[in-house]
């Protein structure tokens, strides 16, 4: 089942004629949430009437974290992730992905535009069932979305790595589109060396010896050969360490090189967390966490079924076995599927309703927001100021807790490596 959607594959063309956009056209009607170093803000772009959630990174919070820090070249390297993030958003093609609508650079403030979901995210939806979990045919749904959007960036070359509920939106029509790609990576053609050195050197221990011995540092960065081999031609892999700690893949935290193998592994917890309603390797902390995603099995309750036997085979732990996108599209679960047209699909599970924000004052009666003073007064404050200053902001404003909360459980240095945006 080689099913390919082949107009999608071409890369845009908008990076080319990116529009500048200008404050001053915009109306800023709600901060919907906050990431490690910016805002994201609702704004309607005046005079078209399109509602963009527009995401903003203060230039102080990048100057202040090269001062904390003893890598000269970090404010060069946060610039870059940011130009890189803009660079991947401008390239997608592709309804389940966002469109680039423009970028922003002031003096405090950089910032760039992407379609507004009103439907929140997948994490939010699951909270308002009933039992917290997923019916059968609605995981079918949303995760028969998820091949195709990581496929094709995989085609791209770009390895997502930070598939999470909280990353999955929900579009007007009810699909489902990705958004945050700071953590990104564009792996590189073929190579002959795909594992660096470093990573070399660290295989000759056991992972859970350098696991427990030190802890993991954020610094360590046939059947089956058919769905193996569908993958784009890549063997090169990324030794960064980044990822949300539930979601991310064994190979990650060995630190032994990773690659498109890391999305299908956190596919594979999503889906167990549709289905149950929790993630399979949660412990009281990181390590622990780590420790369960290292030697753990998933524990799948219930009768077997195609659903359970995805799951198990998305969370195998050695990415040479796991299971890949042909083997993915073609097994029992989406058994019916026809992936050509399930794009066209008009009544998904769950339409949202798209609120009536054109009146005078914003949203919960905000009359007018200063995107620079607000970031700035939110980045220039202490770690206990940063949740009040935004949780003042949006009194009443039901979208504060689809970052602010998952933010502000890690320590303030962990948080940037883990939860952006």
């Known amino acids: 089942m080689n099913i390919v959607h082949h107009e999608y594959l071409e890369e845009s063309e908008e990076e080319e004629r990116l529009p500048i956009l200008n404050m001053e056209s915009m109306k800023v009607i709600s901060p919907l ?6 805002v994201v803000f609702l704004v309607k772009e005046e005079p078209l009437g399109e509602f963009y959630a527009l995401k903003v990174v203060s230039r102080d919070f990048v100057k202040k974290k090269k001062r904390g820090s003893n890598d000269k070249d970090i404010e060069g ?26 970028v922003l650079a002031t003096d405090k403030i950089l910032a760039y535009a992407i379609d507004y979901c009103p439907g929140r995210d997948l994490h939010f939806l699951r909270k308002q069932q009933s039992e917290k ?18 496929d094709y960036l995989h085609r791209l070359g770009i390895a997502y790595r930070d598939l999470k509920p909280d990353n999955i939106m929900v579009q007007e029509n009810g699909h489902i589109m ?13 190579s002959a060396s795909p594992v660096s050195v470093v990573a070399d050197r660290r295989k000759r221990r056991s992972p859970l010896h350098r696991f427990f011995k030190r802890g993991v540092s954020l610094d360590d960065s046939g059947e089956e050969l058919d769905h193996r081999l569908s993958e784009p031609d890549s063997t090169s892999k990324s030794n960064s360490f980044v990822g949300t700690e539930e979601y991310v893949a064994p190979e990650v935290i060995q630190g032994d090189g990773h690659d498109f193998g890391v999305d299908w592994w956190s596919l594979g917890v999503v889906l167990y967390e549709m289905l149950y309603g929790v ?15 290292l030697t753990k099995k998933p524990d799948l309750v219930g009768e077997a079924t195609p659903l359970r036997d995805l799951i198990g085979k998305l969370l195998i732990k050695d990415p040479k076995e796991r299971i890949r996108v042909e083997g993915i599209k073609g097994h029992d679960f989406f058994k019916g599927i026809d992936w050509d047209l399930l794009l066209q699909i008009s009544r998904p599970p769950y339409i949202p309703f798209m609120d009536n924000w054109s009146g005078g004052e914003g949203r919960n009666g905000i009359k007018e927001i200063d995107v620079e003073i607000f970031v700035q007064e939110i980045f220039g404050a202490g770690d206990d100021d940063k949740k009040k200053n935004l949780e003042d902001s949006h009194h009443g404003n039901e979208n504060k807790k689809v970052w602010v909360n998952g933010l502000n459980t890690n320590h303030p240095c962990e948080a940037e490596n883990f939860l952006v945006f």
């Not at 979990?133 to 990581?150: K, P, Q």
């Not at 990705?178 to 073929?190: A, E, G, I, N, Y």
């Open 133 to 150: 979990m997923f019916a059968i045919d609605t995981i079918r749904f949303y995760a028969a979305e998820l091949v195709l959007a990581l």
């Open 279 to 293: 993630t399979p390797f949660k412990g009281e902390n990181r390590k622990e966490s780590f420790y369960r995603i």
């Open 178 to 190: 990705l958004v945050d790609f700071d953590l990104s990576t564009k792996l590189p053609p073929k």
């Open 33 to 38: 949430g906050r990431g490690a170093k910016g």
């Open 77 to 102: 390297e946060e610039y870059r992730r940011i130009y890189f993030e803009q660079q991947v958003l401008s390239r997608f093609n592709h309804p389940l992905l966002p469109k680039l609508r423009g």
